[in-house]
C-alpha cells in the first residue's frame, strides 16, 4: 500500500498536490474530480451469487457494537466530527449507525468507509457524478442490474452503503488485502496513486479513532 509522502507528492501534478494536502489537513471539500467509476467486469456465476447474497435487503440492526458503551463513545465522537457536514443530528447518528453496520458487515473499517465517502461524495446523499455514479459511495448503476433488484435505489442510505461496502469487499478478496489496489479499483483509477492516498489522508486525519478508548473509558482525541 502506498501512502502519501512527500517523495510521492511531489510526483503528482501541482493540483493533485495541493488536493492531497488539503485532504490531510481536513479542509478540501469535495470535488466531483475523484468520485467513482467502477468498471464493469465479466462476473463469474459463483461470485455473482455471492454478492447477490451480500446485497439481499434486510434491514440493518440499529447497533453493531461491542458493548452500548462503545457505541455511546464512537457514535458520540464521530457525530461531532460530522456535525458540519450533517447537521441534523438524527439523520447525523442514523448515518452512522448505518455506517458502522455495513461497513462490519463486509468486514471492513467503519472509519476508512467514512474517508472514502468524505472523497467520493463529501456526505451528500444525492451526489452523481460526471459518469453516472450515485450516493454517498458513488456506486455505479450497473451494480444493481449485476447482483441487485430493480427496486434497489442507489440514493436509499443503506441500500447505497450496503452496496459500496460489498463492491470495496469485493475488490480487496481480488486484490488479496491490497487496499491500495482495491481502493484503484472502486475508483476505476487502478494502478494510479492519487485516489487511494487521497482516501487514506482522509481516513487518517479526519476519522481515524484509537479502539482503546472505548474500553477505557477515555476520551478520543480529537480528529
Given at each position: 500500500?502506498?501512502?502519501?509522502?512527500?517523495?510521492?507528492?511531489?510526483?503528482?501534478?501541482?493540483?493533485?498536490?495541493?488536493?492531497?494536502?488539503?485532504?490531510?489537513?481536513?479542509?478540501?471539500?469535495?470535488?466531483?474530480?475523484?468520485?467513482?467509476a467502477?468498471?464493469?467486469?465479466?462476473?463469474?456465476?459463483?461470485?455473482?451469487?455471492?454478492?447477490q447474497?451480500?446485497?439481499?435487503?434486510?434491514?440493518?440492526?440499529?447497533?453493531?457494537?461491542?458493548?452500548?458503551?462503545?457505541?455511546?463513545?464512537?457514535l458520540?465522537?464521530?457525530?461531532?466530527?460530522?456535525?458540519?457536514?450533517?447537521?441534523?443530528?438524527?439523520?447525523?447518528?442514523?448515518?452512522?449507525?448505518?455506517?458502522?453496520?455495513?461497513?462490519?458487515?463486509?468486514?471492513?473499517?467503519?472509519?476508512?468507509?467514512?474517508?472514502?465517502?468524505?472523497?467520493?461524495?463529501?456526505?451528500?446523499?444525492?451526489?452523481?457524478s460526471?459518469v453516472?455514479?450515485?450516493?454517498?459511495?458513488?456506486?455505479?448503476?450497473?451494480?444493481?442490474?449485476?447482483?441487485?433488484a430493480?427496486?434497489?435505489?442507489?440514493?436509499?442510505?443503506?441500500?447505497?452503503?450496503?452496496?459500496?461496502?460489498?463492491?470495496?469487499?469485493?475488490?480487496?478478496?481480488?486484490?488479496?488485502?491490497?487496499?491500495?489496489?482495491?481502493?484503484?479499483?472502486?475508483?476505476?483509477?487502478?494502478?494510479?496513486?492519487?485516489?487511494?492516498?487521497?482516501?487514506?489522508?482522509?481516513?487518517?486525519s479526519?476519522?481515524?479513532?484509537?479502539?482503546?478508548t472505548?474500553?477505557?473509558?477515555?476520551?478520543?482525541?480529537?480528529?
Open positions: 500500500m502506498q501512502l502519501i509522502t512527500k517523495p510521492l507528492l511531489r510526483r503528482l501534478s501541482l493540483p493533485l498536490y495541493m488536493a492531497a494536502m488539503l485532504f490531510a489537513a481536513g479542509i478540501l471539500p469535495v470535488s466531483s474530480a475523484f468520485a467513482g467502477q468498471r464493469e467486469e465479466a462476473l463469474s456465476a459463483s461470485v455473482r451469487a455471492v454478492l447474497h451480500s446485497v439481499s435487503d434486510q434491514a440493518a440492526p440499529k447497533l453493531a457494537f461491542g458493548t452500548q458503551y462503545e457505541a455511546d463513545v464512537w458520540k465522537e464521530m457525530s461531532r466530527r460530522l456535525q458540519r457536514r450533517i447537521p441534523d443530528a438524527e439523520s447525523r447518528l442514523d448515518f452512522l449507525s448505518t455506517v458502522h453496520y455495513e461497513a462490519k458487515r463486509a468486514g471492513l473499517e467503519p472509519e476508512l468507509v467514512l474517508g472514502l465517502i468524505e472523497v467520493e461524495s463529501g456526505f451528500k446523499k444525492y451526489a452523481v460526471g453516472g455514479a450515485h450516493g454517498y459511495m458513488q456506486v455505479m448503476p450497473f451494480w444493481v442490474r449485476e447482483i441487485g430493480r427496486e434497489h435505489n442507489l440514493f436509499h442510505l443503506r441500500i447505497n452503503l450496503r452496496y459500496g461496502c460489498t463492491i470495496l469487499r469485493h475488490y480487496l478478496d481480488i486484490e488479496k488485502g491490497d487496499l491500495y489496489r482495491a481502493l484503484g479499483r472502486y475508483n476505476g483509477s487502478l494502478g494510479r496513486p492519487e485516489y487511494p492516498n487521497l482516501v487514506r489522508a482522509a481516513w487518517h479526519n476519522w481515524s479513532f484509537p479502539r482503546r472505548a474500553d477505557s473509558g477515555h476520551r478520543p482525541a480529537d480528529g
